[in-house]
């Protein structure tokens, strides 16, 4: 469970990791979002594949065969101005 700094909300934070033609890639969100996609797997966040995450990961997949030029994904990588 993590905290949303401003309002102080809980937001849980889900991952799920996939292997692909360029290696293990974890994504992670929260139920809104799109919050990250790395090349490895930390222990941060419910192991937990949801419908978000799975989208992703489709969208991903068509977009590394070539049948996808576009993602249409609601994301929010968070960190600050300067990152």
Do not use: H
């Amino acid at each position: 469970m993590c905290y949303n700094l401003l309002t102080m909300e809980a937001i849980s934070v889900y991952k799920w990791t996939y292997q692909t033609e360029l290696g293990t890639i974890t994504i992670g969100a929260n139920d809104m979002y799109i919050t990250y996609l790395k090349n490895f797997d930390d222990c941060f966040g419910i192991f937990q594949e949801t419908d978000l995450i799975k989208n992703a990961f489709l969208q991903l997949s068509d977009y590394l065969t070539g049948s996808l030029r576009e993602f249409d994904l609601l994301l929010d990588p968070g960190g600050t101005k300067f990152q």
